[in-house]
């Protein structure tokens, strides 16, 4: 296995790990319109987990600046092909997020998970991560 910065050229496989294994069934082409715009911006990274130059896993990471904490990264997303887990491979994807965090001087990582992801909280748990609260997810389409 190889981690790597994806590119473009990924987005087909990056729409299946969305649908297979976050289970958001996003179109095609806006996957790969949404990724041209990550990949052009400074302010995010999507590490991905190849095994023979296939996309089994990536981790969405960004900024999170805000006005009454430290700067942080924001885990946007994380995912690995059900058939891959508990392989190590979530472990490689967030220590390679955890790195570029560091190395970009954040204080930390923050994430949110769905209160029905009991065993991804299990794995944030073993990763050294920490409950803070659990809150509602409020949005507004336009």
């Known amino acids: ?16 790990l969305n649908k297979n294994a976050l289970g958001y069934d996003f179109p095609l082409e806006k996957t790969k319109t949404q990724l041209e715009k990550i990949l ?23 900024d999170y600046e805000c006005s009454f904490n430290d700067s ?9 092909d059900p058939s ?27 994430l949110v998970s769905s209160v029905v992801r009991t065993e991804a909280h299990k794995f944030y748990e073993a ?3 920490t409950s803070k609260k659990e809150q509602k997810n409020f949005r507004k389409v336009f």
Do not use: C, P
């Open 40 to 62: 052009t911006g400074k302010e995010a990274k999507i590490f991905g987990a190849f095994v023979d130059d296939k996309l089994i896993g990536y981790v969405h990471i960004a």
């Open 1 to 16: 296995m190889i981690i790597r910065e994806v590119t473009i050229d990924d987005y087909k496989d990056i729409r299946n």
């Open 72 to 80: 942080f990264k924001n885990i946007i997303g994380i995912a690995v």
């Open 127 to 129: 990763m050294g991560y």
């Open 84 to 110: 891959y887990r508990k392989q190590g491979i979530g472990r490689a994807l967030l220590t390679q997020a955890e790195s570029w965090a560091r190395e970009t001087g954040a204080a930390g990582i923050r």
